[in-house]
Structure formats: C-alpha cells, structure tokens
C-alpha cells in the first residue's frame, strides 16, 4: 500500500511525526555590555576582550552534541562587529565569530548549526535602526557578514535579537530590506526575523506582529520568525518562580498554521524554582507536538561568565557537569529522540522565600477509537470513518485496507496562585564570576574579588 499525505491520520495510527529540526542552547558572552537600549556603561563600551567581553568555549561544543544539540545561537555585537556605522568589520572581533563558526560546524563535531544573532534590540550605540540611523546600516551590515558565511549552508541568521519600542511599520520595513540584502549576496540558507515588543510569543497577535509580520516575503521562502518566550508572571524572564505554561503558544500557533508561517523558539528558560516543574518538559513537547510550523528551539542560556545566573546551563567543566535544566533539556534534543513521548517533570530547587505557591491541575484524556474496512483491485479507494473521509492509494492486487480512527478530547483545568519569591543570598560578597545585582536581584551586590560589572539590566557580574 502507498499512503498520500495524511499526517493527521498517521498520529491516529500511531506513526511517529518530525520533531523539530533545531535543538540547542544560546552561547552567550560576545555581546556582554549590550544592554536594552544601548550600552549599559558607555564609558567602557566597546570594552576589551576578556574584560568587558569573552568568546564562548570551542572546547564545550562535543559535549552539547554528545546530549544530542545540534544548533547554537552565537550572540555578539553589532558595534563590536562594525566600530562605524556602514563601515569596515573588526577583523578582530569577527574572527571569534568564525572560530566558533568554523568549529561548530566542523565534521569533527558533527557539523552542528550556528545562528548568528545580532544582540542589540534594533539599536546601534542607543540609536534605533530607521530613524536615529538609516535602516541600511542594518542591510548594510548583513550584506558584509552574508557575504562572509554565505559558503557554509549551516548558518542561519538571525537578523536582530529582540526589537523593542519602535513603530511596527518601520521595524517591518527595515526587516524586509535586510531579508532582501541577503538574498542579494547569494545566501540560501534560513533566515530569522523577529517582531517587536520583544518578539514574545504570547503577545505575538495582542502587539501587532501577528499582521505586520505577513508582509514579510523571502524569494527563496526559506524563512521563520524568531519569537522568544519566559513563563514567569509578566513574561519578562527576570522573575524565579513560574507562573505560565505552554499554552502561552497557542495563540501564536494557530496563527502561523493558519498563514502558513514557520517560527523559532529563539530564547526561552526556566529557574529551578518548585513551580517550574516539568514546564520544560511541557513546553517542548508542545513545540514536538507542532513540528509542522514550530522548527526549532534555542535555551537562553550557556557560555562562560554566567556565574550562578538562574537560567545558566553552562557545564562545569567541558565534559560533564550537567546544570538542573539541562536534564530537561535533552530528552527533546534532536540527535536523540524523534516526536518523544509525555516526559515526566523534573527540576530542582533553589534557595528561595516564598509566600504562596503556584499549581497546576489537569484532568485526565479520553480516547474512542473505531475502524472501517475497505477492498478494493488498485488504485484509490475512499473510507470513511468517524470525523470525515480518508483517501488509501492501492497498488497490485485486492487489497484489504483497515484504516482506524480516533476522536480525542481532552479537558485541562489550570489553577493558579501569586507566587512571590526572594532570591538569592541577602548577606555576603558575591564571588568571582557570580551575579552581583540586575533587576529583580537581592543577593549581594558586592564582590570579594573582582568589580561589579553591568553585563545586562537583568544580570551584573563580578569580573576581574
């Protein structure tokens, strides 16, 4: 028998889906000092290596492929990458982009997938791309970097991380010049474009992204939307307990099923906090769930200097030393399970004051399934079963096809409390290369070895 394209009916019968294509981690460090509406200390901005910056580790890349990634979203700096405006790149600071490039993707280590990710929320030094500086610095500057990676067909590009507090029109308008400036050189491979107000899922339709994003157009239709994710109470990732769950994608899916649109989990994260438990697991099985318009995922965050840093699942050592998330993490990871079935939660805890907690109730899932037999000489025979019709190609001689259908219903109840948590150690010095302050901290703030430096508005670090 030769089935037509019937994924729906598939599912039903218990034939397995893609997962999605695109697993791993952020790798952060190249774009410390780039903060949300410029640099978070100007005076010391661009900074030097080492000090103010760093590179990922080349070294930890076999041992997020060995858990089964395949992707890393390498973030760095617009203004480190290109000192001038439209001008020469730094060949200096580019190159650790193509180190990390070159060895992520080398067959070495699997040839893994890179996405470029430029961290500056639509802003150059403070200056926002269309209006304080022209939008074709922005084309300006992907033409030069297309051009440098346009012969390696796993890296992807992400045109800007995070574009905040701009009109919708003239983010769109720079985004589509950008997606049209790299075609132009000859790059074939994926490109991500992000919306504004953060480009969070759950507020992708209530922000306006949902309709300013259909004028989005790609020659090659090899595009996605990269939109970001956090399941604390105001979606901002800055808070310890969690309050949201996967349904913070629903809205988001149906649209993109519904324009036959693709997206990429770019950023998202969870603390280890008691009521984040098994958010993880639920939110990537949902992703797995929607493979179709869902094609890849990227946890925020690993790469050095993180410190004790919530959300960090940098290993403690190149080889081993798994972080609490991380065993969430590669259950859904693509070099190790296709379309995985319900995980079971997991997670940690940490140190924390709470005054109430957060719960989650579901109900359990009903399934009838009835089947309808058919014989036909060859050719196509139509069968129908409860919910519609389903056409079965035949070849050769009489055939016999049973076709068993399902109709599933399932009904979820979710019960929540305000959950207020303090984080952190409230005495002490923090030590070298631990968080010392960012909003929503109230750990220590100063450093017993080292000086208290501003990487973002959410996250300072004691550095030498």
Not at 152 to 164: A, Q, S, T
Not at 401 to 407: K, N
Not at 423 to 428: D, K, L, M, Q
Not at 452 to 457: G, H, P, Y
Request: hydrophobic share 30%.
């Amino acid at each position: 028998m030769l089935f037509n394209k019937l994924p729906a009916l598939f599912g039903l019968l218990g034939v397995a889906e893609a997962a999605v294509k695109y697993t791993g981690t952020n790798q952060a460090s190249l774009e410390f000092g780039v903060g949300v509406s410029g640099p978070n200390e100007p005076a010391n901005f661009p900074g030097a290596y080492d000090k103010q910056y760093t590179q990922p580790n080349v070294n930890a890349i076999p041992y997020w492929r060995n858990l089964g990634a395949n992707t890393f979203r390498l973030c760095f700096s617009w203004e480190r990458a290109q000192p001038t405006v439209s001008g020469s790149l730094d060949e200096t600071y580019v190159k650790y982009l193509d180190n990390y490039v070159n060895a992520a993707t080398s067959a070495a280590n699997g040839a893994q997938y890179v996405v470029l990710d430029v961290h500056n929320y639509a802003r150059y030094n403070g200056k926002i791309v269309g209006s304080d500086i022209p939008q074709s610095s922005l084309t300006d500057f992907w033409t030069k970097l297309a051009n440098r990676y346009k012969g390696n067909d796993r890296v992807i590009i992400d045109i800007m991380n995070e574009p905040h507090d701009l009109p919708i029109d003239q983010w769109y308008s720079a985004a589509q010049a950008t997606v049209n400036a790299i075609r132009a050189t000859g790059f074939k491979n994926l490109i991500l474009v992000p919306g504004i107000s953060w480009t969070g899922a759950h507020s992708w339709i209530s922000s306006g992204n949902g309709a300013a994003a259909l004028s989005i157009t790609d020659p090659l239709n090899n595009f996605a939307f990269d939109m970001h994710q956090y399941f604390d109470t105001d979606y901002s990732g800055t808070n310890i307990p969690c309050t949201h769950r996967s349904e913070v994608f629903d809205a988001a899916t149906s649209w993109l099923r519904a324009n036959n649109r693709r997206a990429f989990l770019g950023e998202f994260a969870i603390s280890t906090d008691s009521s984040c438990k098994g958010i993880i697991e639920d939110a990537l099985q949902y992703l797995d769930d929607n493979s179709d318009v869902w094609i890849g995922w990227t946890w925020w965050a690993a790469g050095p200097w993180w410190g004790d840093y919530m959300y960090s699942v940098e290993p403690t050592s190149v080889t081993s030393g798994d972080k609490p998330q991380t065993s969430s993490l590669k259950k859904f990871f693509a070099g190790n399970s296709v379309n995985p079935g319900p995980k079971a939660g997991s997670g940690s805890t940490t140190t924390t004051t709470r005054t109430t907690t957060t719960t989650t109730t579901r109900s359990s899932t009903t399934t009838t399934r009835s089947s309808t037999t058919a014989t036909c000489a060859g050719g196509a025979v139509t069968v129908t079963v409860p919910g519609g019709q389903t056409t079965v190609t035949v070849q050769g001689p009489a055939t016999t096809v049973t076709v068993t259908a399902g109709q599933q219903q399932q009904t979820t109840t979710r019960t929540t409390t305000t959950t207020t948590t303090t984080r952190g150690n409230t005495s002490g010095s923090a030590a070298l290369y631990g968080q010392c302050g960012g909003q929503g901290w109230t750990g220590p703030t100063t450093c017993a070895s080292g000086t208290c430096k501003v990487s973002n508005q959410y996250y300072s670090q004691c550095l030498p």
